[in-house]
């Protein structure tokens, strides 16, 4: 079903680095999102109050903010293409997010509102009706809410949108709650227990727990997020592939919406060769960066010897010694200044992200004793900084 709709309501589907392609995605699963919705409201809506179960009158309302949801997210797929303006030079990509966030608020405060209710029906039972024909149409209503969740996912892989993600979660929360409504139904059916109250509880707690999750997952890449070691590892091969650049370090990614992101990068070059030269290159990595990975990549350059051998056998010194210190500390900008008594080894040290500030004086501190301990004249010039990447 879901590639039938996506060949049928998306063209070139294929290509969904394509800003339209992208765009015509998120419409598709806000349509889908919206009709399927409203349709189990309505019927579970007219369930509920055959029955006078709050449980399934409940999970009923859960639905009609999924739709509100699906809503949310359409109008913020189709804002987040607007080009960029005067007033927003990287584009509107972001709103995405944003919309994210909205459909977090919305699961959130439904959850408390039945979370009232429930409780109210907990303190006062009321008489349930049991009915083959209600607990029938609420089996369905979980197969078509799992249909949803797989192909919110699917689509939201593809096209890599935290709004797909986000009401991807939300409906398998959904999964949950309308299976407990089941369970409430079949107990009072079977053994004539009244848990709807409790199981109205339960249905709430868990559409709350997703609403937190999703606002989560939509802050973490507007408050700013770690690279993800993949990103990571594409971008630098494909800078270090470029003859002429000997090696890279120093990544920052900027995301500012799905597809939209701007890069900075420190690349290696040959101190030894004319600068112009090195320049044309990095030029050249620039735009073709922007062509073949859709990134905007701003690159430094940093000039290193390479063929002086006494620095070159100091560099495999010193990084010998810091994976004897910790195997994940990694170094970069490696030079030597040389005097009559001293020699200083300067560098860059990079430490994990869990290295408090008093850890990486430490460490700085034992590496420069370890360099003493090879040669007295050693002094260690360290300069402290933590990946931007994303750890394994």
Not at 116 to 127: A, N
Not at 261 to 288: F, T
Request: proline share 3%; with cysteine; net charge negative.
């Amino acid at each position: 079903m879901t590639e039938f709709l996506v060949k049928r309501f998306v063209q070139n589907y294929v290509q969904t680095e394509r800003p339209e392609v992208r765009t015509s995605y998120g419409l598709l699963a806000g349509v889908v999102g919206i009709c399927c919705n409203l349709l189990l409201f309505a019927v579970k809506i007219a369930v509920g109050i055959l029955t006078g179960s709050i449980s399934v009158m409940a999970d009923a309302f859960n639905n009609l903010s999924d739709a509100a949801s699906s809503i949310v997210g359409f109008v913020g797929v189709k804002m987040a293409q607007k080009p960029a303006d005067e007033h927003h030079p990287f584009g509107h990509g972001r709103i995405e997010y944003i919309a994210a966030f909205i459909v977090a608020f919305i699961v959130i405060e439904v959850g408390f509102s039945l979370l009232k209710t429930s409780v109210g029906k907990l303190l006062h039972p009321e008489e349930l009706t049991f009915g083959l024909f209600s607990l029938v149409i609420l089996v369905l209503s979980v197969a078509v809410k799992l249909w949803m969740a797989l192909f919110n996912r699917k689509l939201g892989q593809r096209i890599h949108s935290k709004v797909l993600t986000a009401t991807s979660a939300d409906s398998l929360g959904d999964v949950a709650a309308t299976s407990a409504t089941i369970l409430s139904m079949a107990v009072f059916g079977i053994w004539h227990v009244n848990i709807d109250g409790l199981v109205g509880v339960v249905v709430s707690v868990l559409v709350i727990i997703a609403g937190f999750n999703i606002a989560k997952d939509t802050l973490e890449p507007l408050i700013g997020e770690p690279i993800d070691p993949e990103v990571y590892q594409q971008i630098t091969d494909f800078v270090n592939q470029y003859e002429g650049i000997m090696g890279s370090h120093d990544l920052i990614v900027h995301n500012y919406g799905p597809g939209r992101s701007m890069a900075s990068i420190h690349a290696e070059v040959p101190s030894d060769v004319d600068i112009e030269v090195s320049h044309e290159v990095v030029d050249r990595i620039e735009r073709e960066a922007a062509k073949k990975l859709g990134i905007f990549l701003v690159i430094h350059m940093d000039p290193v010897v390479v063929k002086d051998m006494h620095v070159n056998s100091l560099r495999q010194m010193t990084e010998g010694l810091l994976k004897s210190v910790d195997e994940r500390l990694t170094m970069h900008d490696f030079r030597i200044t040389e005097g009559e008594r001293s020699i200083n080894l300067i560098f860059d040290l990079v430490v994990p992200r869990d290295y408090t500030v008093s850890m990486q004086e430490a460490c700085k501190q034992e590496i420069c004793r370890r360099l003493k301990e090879q040669d007295d004249r050693y002094c260690g010039m360290i300069t402290v900084e933590c990946t931007y990447c994303m750890e394994r």
